[in-house]
């Protein structure tokens, strides 16, 4: 009995330390204020992007929660208002898996705010099908549906600057390779079911890579974050056989939505790390990545290819 009490004190006090010390991560410590400042984060209807969202309201900014659903986005505006007491907070239509769409979405938000300071691209999916367009999911929307976005908001960023773009990408980036001759299939072999997924974050970073490189000069900075493991809405579509052994693991050792979010809200207010503009960011610090992610003429390439597949072409 007596063991027992000693072998789950000790067990649980190795867990908080676990906790607190690797998994919890580091908070934003930044108390700059979003006055006056206008925001656009993807997906904040729930998971990271929600909580991003209530921490721009919460430093005063105008926050456009741009979501694909109004029954699942108008409840996130009302908590955000609620909890940050800024009624700045407001939902626009963007449906990622349809290019048509994203250039809606824009015209709207060029139409109708004059300002535009932050854009956090931080919507994702790992589901399988295929968008509007043909593409895969994960490809249309995590890579190419925010690569058009970000496109068409560019002027509007460099007439605010300074301001700045936030994409999100993943640590599982490292198990893939971009294939330009088969964007669909790079990654592959072993971990076939993430492939898709692993590929588009690392094109996210390759993204914020050339992003970085053609802004030079103009206030306009580009950061690219993965934000650590959080226990978010992203594990919904597992089945329920693996949920049952996953949830109590994530619940346990994986972030909270806001701890999950504290690197998108540093590499989005944080000052002085302008110099890093392109890089990663993991932890509220910049880190370096695999030589395949910082490969500046691939970089280049999927620039080009993704202007083509986004209809953005002028030659
Ligand atoms: N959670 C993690 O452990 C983790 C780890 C590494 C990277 N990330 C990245 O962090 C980002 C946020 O993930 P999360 O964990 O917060 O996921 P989440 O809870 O599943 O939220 C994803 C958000 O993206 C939106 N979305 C999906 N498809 C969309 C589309 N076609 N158009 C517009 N919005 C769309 C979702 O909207 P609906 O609610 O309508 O589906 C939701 O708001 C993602 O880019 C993800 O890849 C997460
Ligand atoms: C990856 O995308 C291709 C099409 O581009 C699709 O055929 C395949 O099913 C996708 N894989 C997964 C696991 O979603
Ligand atoms: C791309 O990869 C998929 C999946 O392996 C395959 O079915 C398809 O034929 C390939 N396409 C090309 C053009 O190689
Ligand atoms: C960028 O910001 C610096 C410092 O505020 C300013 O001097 C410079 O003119 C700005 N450049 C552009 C292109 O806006």
């Known amino acids: 009995m007596v063991s027992w009490i000693i072998a789950s004190a000790i067990a649980t006090a190795l867990y908080i330390l676990i906790y607190y ?16 400042k206008t925001a656009i984060v993807t997906g904040a209807n729930t998971g990271l992007g929600k909580a991003t969202a209530l921490d721009l309201a919460r430093r005063g900014a105008r926050v456009i929660l741009a979501c694909r659903s109004k029954e699942r ?27 048509k769409s994203v250039r809606a979405f824009a015209e709207t938000f060029l139409r109708s705010e004059p300002q535009l300071n932050l854009l956090i691209n931080n ?3 790992g589901s399988s099908g ?11 929307v995590n890579h190419l549906g925010h690569f058009l976005l970000t496109n068409l908001l560019l002027e509007r960023l460099k007439q605010c600057a300074p301001s700045r773009i936030v994409v999100l990408s993943s640590l599982t980036y490292c198990i893939s390779r971009i294939d330009f001759s088969n964007l669909s299939i790079a990654g592959g ?13 690392l094109c996210n970073i390759l993204f914020a890579r050339e992003l970085a490189n053609r802004l030079e000069g103009t206030n306009v900075t580009s950061y690219v974050v993965h934000p650590g493991f959080a226990f978010t809405d992203a594990f919904r ?35 002085g790390i302008e110099k890093f503009s392109g ?25 080009e290819v993704s202007e083509r ?5 002028r030659h």
């Open 21 to 36: 010390n690797f998994l919890k991560g580091v908070p934003c410590r930044s108390d700059t204020s979003l006055k006056g």
């Open 73 to 99: 986005a108008e409840p996130a505006v009302f908590d955000i208002r609620k909890k940050s007491g800024n009624n700045q907070v407001i939902y626009m239509h963007l449906d990622l898996a349809s290019l």
């Open 123 to 125: 919507a994702g999916t």
């Open 130 to 140: 295929q968008t509007v367009d043909g593409f895969n999911m994960a490809w249309g």
């Open 189 to 201: 072999g072993f971990f076939r079911e993430l492939s898709n997924y692993s590929l588009s974050k």
């Open 237 to 271: 579509d597992f089945r329920l056989l693996i949920k049952l052994v996953f949830v109590p693991v994530a619940f346990l050792f994986f972030r909270t939505p806001m701890d999950g979010a504290q690197t998108t809200i540093y590499c989005a207010v944080q000052e």
């Open 279 to 303: 890089r990663y960011f993991a932890d509220c610090k910049v880190r370096k990545v695999f030589p395949h992610a910082r490969d500046d003429a691939v970089a280049r390439k999927l620039w």
């Open 309 to 313: 597949m986004a209809g953005l072409c």
